[in-house]
């Protein structure tokens, strides 16, 4: 059922690239995955001291790449650090920097794992302004990958950027646990809503066409619906998480399995959510039978 699809595994991208007069990124160096090529960082401004936004996951072959990134930007450090949400490959990283550059302030929207990260988190919010010499952020709340995350439009690129909502190749994991596809629908429509010029994903390559990409979104993923609501309607009985993920996913390779498995529960507590879907079985989602309600 499932076409083919486009997958960063294999993709390389180089670890220091401009995007812009004020965009600069550094590639985290943590391929994988989920990853692809690594977690994209980004400096930003045209000032001496610069916004890092995220810090990569934390490997010891990050920092030469950020140096190498401050020197093509022309800067000499790091003013404050913004965080787009609190997994591991975006926050992993803040302890080297800090110890490498200098305590600076750290700003993230409030989540469960803040106080793992050991440090004071200046709380952002929907609509907060951050301000950088050539650089304006303004936050946008975007649930749904995470509980905390949070998209950046960049007011001087008419960019966005768009964390793990949006990626520059293939689709992004709703976590089945923590995540909810119901609220992710609704942050890629308030993205529509800033219609990007460019979009900056945390993982892949700069999206030239914002817009579009974020209808693609959201039509593969009302696309993903009706595939699995078709396999229930065939499946009197119920079926199980991995007996419509054996259908949906049918092209994806081995290394991508446990990501779509968990996009498969994702939609059906969604659709569940919505009075469409009911499980049987147990509460447990992967292993309930699921039937149309």
Known sequence: MSPSPEIMLGLSLPDVARWSERVTVALGQNPGAFTGPGTNTYLL????????????????????VLERALDEAGCSGIESIVLTHGHPDHTGGLAQVLERFGTCPVKKFPGPGDAAL???IEPLADGSVIETEGATLRALFTPGHAVDHLCFVVEEDSALISGDNILG????????ESGDLLEYMQSLERALCEAPRRIYPAHGPCIEDGVAKIREYIAHRLLRERQICAVLADAPAG????????IV?????????AAAGQSVTSHLIKLEREARAQRSDGDDPVQARWQLA
């Open 169 to 176: 190749v293939g689709t992004t994991v709703i976590p089945a």
């Open 239 to 246: 079926a199980t998480v991995p007996e419509i993920f054996a």
């Open 249 to 257: 996913y049918e092209a994806y390779p081995q290394a991508l399995h």
């Open 118 to 120: 050991g440090v004071a």
């Open 45 to 64: 401004g045209t000032g001496a001291q610069r916004i890092l936004l995220d810090t990569g996951q934390g490997v010891d072959a990050y920092l030469p």
